[in-house]
């Protein structure tokens, strides 16, 4: 920690014991080195005083000259510290306000626009996670410590990330780089196809029989990959008759093998973003929050304009989504326009709930394999 703001601390009553001493300490070596010099200070003066008068004289102009030198120290020592706090609690709130980038301007430490951007890259490529919100705290020109608060699906608890964000850009901690979802989860999420026996899980048969042995008070996530892509109004029927199960990410197809592969796979949550946004956002993206359209008749073409939503939504915010670690903007354009080409379809699923449940999906004839990918204590049972 620097000194001025130790200093201030110790001003205001709010340092600790040993920040205290480490002032005082400061301080005193200041007073020492004044008092050395003052008497160690000479005055080069012509000749030497013959009488004693004269000596008097000399000894009284030299004292004075001392105790101006002295306040001259002194004055200088609280001006440099005056102007460091200054920088710090008046220049640099300006210059980041009026400037740079303050996402602290709107008034509160919550920053609605990263939140947001954050939860729609979490609902495209990371499976088991689900942002809540991002604080912020200033910690210099420019510079901030983020704390991210994530829904933690796989183990259905609540858990804080740490970031920075400086002009160089927005890193989180590497966890939060892990959780793309593997090239390799499903048969046919991308081109060439994967066998099954390249694929992490089961027989959905087998799974089903494994998920029959479980206890009641577990729930479970399961990776399901489909035998042929489903359509959105496929899927939506197929969601429809286990209203139970969170399909919370629906893996979407964005190549078909004849155009340049894109990765990292994309898909959507089908519960939805947690957050609302600014009302431009809603009018720009109507479909982006799933919630308000769960009476839709058609859900088929509600998921389908919902995953359209998020992929331009990071389109149009490339600088922002390539800051975070995100692909470039020109994956979610070619994704883009290759779904509005194509239309959406789903290769496969992640989806948790109950085992039994679980494990009657299984036995859909669109099931071609399965992977347990997490289990833990239900909900229903938890105190």
């Known amino acids: 920690m620097k000194f001025e703001t130790l200093y201030e601390r110790y001003r205001s009553g709010t340092a600790t014991p040993e920040e205290a001493e480490l002032v005082e300490e400061e ?15 000479e005055l080069d003066l012509p000749g030497g005083p013959e009488t004693g008068e004269e000596r008097g004289e000399v000894r009284r102009v030299r004292q004075a000259v001392r105790r101006v030198r ?11 510290l005056l102007a460091l706090l200054a920088w710090r609690f008046a220049a640099v709130p300006l210059l980041n306000r009026y400037v740079l980038y303050d996402p602290t301007a709107d008034g509160d430490n919550y920053l609605d626009s990263l939140e947001l951007e954050v939860a729609v890259l979490e609902s495209l490529h990371f499976p088991e996670w689900s942002s809540q919100t991002v604080y912020a705290q200033e ?81 479970a996530t399961l990776s399901l990959s489909f035998a042929r892509d489903l359509s959105m109004e496929e899927f939506a029927g197929l969601a429809g008759r286990y209203p139970d199960l969170r399909f919370q990410w629906v893996g979407v197809r964005i190549n078909d093998g004849e155009r340049r592969q894109l ?15 600014a009302e431009e956002d809603e009018e ?30 990071q389109a149009e915010r490339a600088v922002l989504v390539e ?10 354009r070619d994704a883009l326009c290759y779904v509005e080409e194509n239309g959406a379809y789903t290769y496969g699923v992640y989806v948790s709930g109950r085992p039994e449940t ?11 394999w399965v992977g347990i990918e997490s289990l833990r204590l239900s909900a229903r049972f938890e105190s």
């Open 27 to 41: 301080l005193a070596k200041y007073r020492l080195l004044t008092d050395y010099v003052a008497e160690h200070d």
């Open 139 to 219: 910690t210099g020109l420019g510079s901030y410590d983020l704390t991210l608060y994530e829904s933690d699906l796989a183990a259905g608890e609540w858990t804080a990330t740490k970031g920075t964000m400086d002009l160089a850009g927005i890193r989180f901690e590497e966890d939060f780089y892990r959780r793309w979802v593997a090239i390799n989860q499903f048969t046919r999420g991308t081109y060439p196809y994967y066998a099954t026996e390249q694929v992490p899980g089961h027989s959905p048969e087998e799974t089903a029989a494994a998920l029959a042995e479980l206890p009641d008070y577990l729930d």
């Open 358 to 368: 679980l494990a009657a999906l299984c036995g859909e004839a669109e099931a071609e």
């Open 323 to 332: 800051k975070i670690g995100g692909p470039a903007g020109s994956y979610y």
């Open 284 to 313: 720009r993206y109507p479909f982006l929050w799933l919630p308000l359209h769960r009476e839709d008749s058609d859900l088929g073409k509600v998921y389908t304009g919902h995953f359209l939503a998020l992929l331009g939504y």
């Open 70 to 80: 002295a306040g001259t120290v002194l004055v200088a020592f609280v001006l440099v």
């Open 263 to 277: 990765l990292p796979l994309a898909g959507f949550d089908a519960a939805g973003l947690s957050m609302l946004g």
